[in-house]
C-alpha cells in the first residue's frame, strides 16, 4: 500500500488514519443494540484494518478507552512497529486464554464479538473463560466500516488493477489453441507475482468453450480449441488490497452468435456503469443491467448478481445484486460484471471495477473491452 509522504496536516500518515478507523468503531459500538462495552475482533481482514497488524494470528479487543492486540511471540516486534496507538499484549499458550484475560481486564460486562467472523467453536470457547460475561454477536462493524474506502486504499487497489490489466495484457500471446487452462492460469499468477504483486487474489479462473458457460469454472487440464470464447478472471493483491477483472476473448474464427452475446454484455456492462452513482441502491443497478440482458431474451443466463464490494477480501460489502437494499455511496469499490452463461454453449462476462466517485465511477480496470479475437 502507497503511504502518504505529505506531512501538512498529517491527514496521510498511516498513524492518523488508524486511529481515525478505531474512532469510527468505537463510535458505532456505542449505537449498537444492548449496548457491548467491548468488542473481540477476531475477523482477519477486519483486524488487519483495525490495528495495522499484517500477521496471521492474533486478536483484538476495543473499549471506548482501550485497544488491545493479542499475538504471539513471533510477531510482538513487527506488532509494536505496525500498530501505532494499540497496545500489545503477548499471548500465552492459547490465543483465547490470553483475549479473555484482556476482556476482564477492561471491567466491561458486555462484550461483543463478530458473529459472521466467528467460529461455533469460538463462541463456545469464549464463553466457558467468561462466565458472568453477556457475550453479544455483533454483525458488521468493522466490516461496514471498511466499505467505504480511504483515498490511501483506492489508491492500493488501484495499483494492484493495473498490475493484473498488464499480466492478462503480457499473456495473451499464451492464450492460443492447443493451451491448456491451468497454463494459462500458471502463466498469469507467475506474470502477476513477477511485476510485484504480494500474491493472487485468487485462484485464476480460466474457462473455455463450453465450459465458459461456468461462471466460476477453475482451470482445468482442458486445451483451448479453435472457435471457442475463453473467459480469464482473475486478481492480485498489492499491500493487502484485492483486485478483480474478467474479459472474454474468441479464439478466431468468431460465430456471429459469439459476437452478438459479446455486444450484449458489453452494452449491459456500460449501462450498469453509467447507473453506478451514489444514491443508487444495490439492486437498481443489477436491475439496469438485467434488463439490457432480459429485453434480449437472456434474463435465465443471467444467473449471478452485478457486483460486489473489493478491499482487503475480494468479495465483501456492499453488493450490487437483485436482492441488495444498501444504497452505493462515494468511497466504495464494486466490480460490475455481467454475464450470459448458456448451458453447452459457452458464456461471456466483462468485469471492471470501479471506485464510486460523488459524480459516478473512476474506472479502475484499464483492459480494452472490445472483443479481441486471438
Ligand atoms: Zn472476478
Ligand atoms: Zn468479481
Known amino acids: 500500500m ?8 498529517g491527514g496521510r500518515d498511516k498513524g492518523w488514519r488508524l486511529a481515525r478507523r478505531l474512532e469510527t468503531v468505537r463510535r458505532k459500538l456505542g449505537t449498537l443494540e444492548r ?14 484494518y483495525l490495528t495495522g497488524f499484517t500477521g496471521s494470528s492474533g486478536a483484538a479487543v476495543v473499549s471506548a478507552t482501550r485497544a488491545v492486540l493479542v499475538t504471539d511471540f513471533r510477531y510482538l516486534t513487527q506488532a509494536k512497529a505496525e500498530c501505532p496507538g494499540w497496545e500489545i499484549v503477548r499471548q500465552g499458550p492459547v490465543l483465547l486464554d490470553t483475549v479473555a484475560e484482556v476482556v476482564v481486564g477492561f471491567g466491561e460486562e458486555r462484550v461483543g464479538f463478530e ?9 463456545e470457547d469464549l464463553s466457558s473463560r467468561l462466565k458472568g460475561f453477556e457475550l453479544i454477536p455483533v454483525a458488521g462493524l468493522v466490516d461496514s466500516v471498511r466499505e467505504i474506502k480511504e483515498e490511501e486504499e483506492i489508491d492500493a487497489i488501484r495499483e494492484a488493477a493495473l498490475l ?18 491451468m497454463d494459462i492460469a500458471l502463466e498469469l499468477e507467475y506474470r502477476m507475482r513477477k511485476l510485484g504483486a504480494d500474491g493472487v487474489a485468487f485462484p485464476a479462473i480460466v474457462a473455455s468453450g463450453p465450459r465458459s458457460a461456468l461462471p466460476h469454472g477453475r482451470a482445468s487440464k482442458k486445451r483451448l480449441a479453435p472457435g471457442e470464447l475463453v473467459t480469464v478472471d482473475t486478481g492480485a493483491v498489492v499491500g493487502g488490497y484485492c483486485s478483480d477483472l474478467t ?28 447507473a453506478c452513482r451514489p444514491g443508487r441502491a444495490g439492486k437498481e443497478i443489477d436491475q439496469v443491467a438485467r434488463d439490457v440482458i432480459s429485453a434480449r431474451g ?27 437494499d444498501q444504497v452505493i455511496e462515494a468511497g466504495h469499490v464494486v ?35 472490445e472483443l479481441q479475437v486471438l
Not at 168 to 179: D, T
Not at 302 to 320: C, D, Y
Not at 345 to 356: H, K, P, S, T, Y
Request: some cysteine; aromatic content about 6%.
Open 2 to 9: 502507497a503511504e502518504g509522504t505529505g506531512e501538512r496536516g
Open 35 to 48: 449496548r457491548p462495552g467491548a468488542v473481540v475482533v477476531t475477523g482477519e481482514c477486519n483486524r488487519r
Open 115 to 123: 458473529r459472521d467472523h466467528a467460529t461455533f467453536a469460538l463462541y
Open 164 to 181: 493484473t490489466d498488464r499480466a492478462l495484457g503480457e499473456i495473451l500471446p499464451f492464450i492460443k489453441p492447443g493451451v491448456s487452462e
Open 247 to 274: 474479459r472474454t476473448f474468441a479464439l478466431g474464427p468468431v460465430m456471429g452468435e459469439q459476437e452478438k452475446v459479446y455486444r450484449l454484455v458489453l452494452e449491459a456492462q456500460l449501462a450498469a456503469l453509467e
Open 298 to 324: 437472456h434474463g435465465d443466463h443471467f444467473g449471478h448478481g452485478l457486483g460486489h464490494g473489493v478491499g482487503l477480501a475480494v468479495h465483501e460489502g456492499p453488493r450490487l445484486s437483485p436482492t441488495s
Open 335 to 369: 466490480t460490475v460484471e455481467p454475464g450470459v452463461y448458456i448451458e453447452g454453449w459457452g458464456g461471456v462476462r466483462i468485469e471492471d471495477l470501479v471506485a464510486v466517485r460523488a459524480d459516478g465511477v473512476e474506472i479502475l480496470s484499464t483492459f480494452p473491452k
